[in-house]
């Protein structure tokens, strides 16, 4: 049995892929791992070169794109760790952060799932827009993390360096127990992509596991090199993953009040989108409105096979209304119990 097993969906990107592998082996000291790159159905030659160039790494190649959550179950099905890191392919890394995460792991056994502080490849002294120091979500299901709300991105000072107990831990770097993610049967597949992550680490805390970030474990991440930002494709994915979240896993919806005052958010986004004339995202959150309606069954099956729970560290407020009109950009402005 191995003690960790590394797991990379992948599509796309020899650059990128070649560089997060290379930084894995300068930057763990570890041997009892392994490294599983799941292809969903590459058409460049990056599964090609990795084959040449590291013989050890575990190919799975699959014919068609499954998204993140279709590749990392699979990767996860062929583990061997007590441990998963599920690992974006454009990400660099620091010396040993995959032992720090392990270190946590194995001194606090009420926690599922560890994040390492996640900063931009591009400008290093500011957080990453995919997980930060740290993920947590509102009551409408909208996420939010330390280190960036929305399109406001903080420079790391070190305000956040000291563990905390978060809400979510992002799917750019994420390490869990392996047993508990087979419990819990991986990540629900009706995501694809973006989300899936909020979706399992609230399931785990429904068990009473615990979330936590690590932020003296550190890494770099390019973002957004798989699914472009800014595309009506992100965006329809994230509108549309965060109605599932929110359907699929609210403990209640006040008699039905919170699912009229979510609409009225959206439709405040449709308006803002024709008054800024950002088309793609109009059409995206229509396309999403419109999923949602068409599959309303398919998420209410969802719902009654989740093990739903009332959980007290969920941000009871609107984190599009705090940001958008009461004007707090910055984590420390939010008045969320749950992070102090």
Not at 165 to 184: H, T
Request: with cysteine; proline share 1%; net charge neutral.
């Amino acid at each position: 049995m191995k003690l960790v097993s590394i797991i990379i969906p992948h599509y796309n990107g020899k650059e990128l892929l070649y560089n997060c592998i290379n930084s894995i082996y300068q930057n763990i000291d570890i041997k009892n791992f392994e490294i599983i790159v799941v292809d969903n159905g590459s058409t460049d030659d990056s599964v090609h070169n990795i084959k040449q160039l590291f013989s050890e790494v575990v190919i799975i190649s699959n014919q068609n794109n499954v998204g993140y959550s279709g590749g990392c179950n699979i990767g996860a099905q062929s583990a061997q760790g007590k441990y998963l890191l599920f690992l974006n392919n454009d990400t660099e890394h620091s010396k040993g952060w995959i032992e720090k995460l392990v270190n946590f792991l194995d001194s606090h056994p009420d926690t599922f799932a560890v994040q390492p502080k996640i900063l931009n490849i591009k400008n290093r002294e500011y957080f990453d827009y995919a997980g930060g120091s740290g993920g947590f979500l509102d009551h409408f299901g909208f996420p939010y993390v330390k280190g960036r709300i929305f399109n406001t991105l903080e420079k790391d000072t070190g305000q956040y360096d000291k563990a905390s107990e978060i809400f979510w831990s992002s799917g750019a770097a994420m390490m869990v127990r392996g047993d508990i993610f087979n419990q819990l049967n991986g990540f629900d597949e009706v995501y694809f992509a973006y989300m899936e992550e909020i979706d399992l680490c609230w399931r785990a805390q429904s068990l009473q596991y615990k979330i936590w970030s690590v932020p003296d474990a550190l890494i770099y991440h390019y973002g957004k090199q798989t699914i472009k930002q800014n595309t009506i494709k992100s965006h329809y994915l994230n509108h549309r993953n965060s109605w599932i979240l929110f359907f699929k896993n609210s403990f209640t919806f006040y008699y039905g009040l919170l699912i009229i005052q979510r609409l009225l958010l959206d439709w405040m986004a449709l308006i803002y989108s024709i008054i800024s004339l950002d088309i793609r995202r109009f059409i995206a959150i229509l396309r999403a409105e419109l999923w949602i309606l068409f599959s309303i069954n398919k998420i209410m099956i969802l719902r009654k096979n989740n093990h739903i729970v009332q959980l007290d560290n969920i941000y009871n407020g609107s984190i599009a209304i705090d940001y958008f009109f009461k004007r707090k950009k910055y984590f420390s402005q939010i008045d969320d119990k749950s992070s102090l």
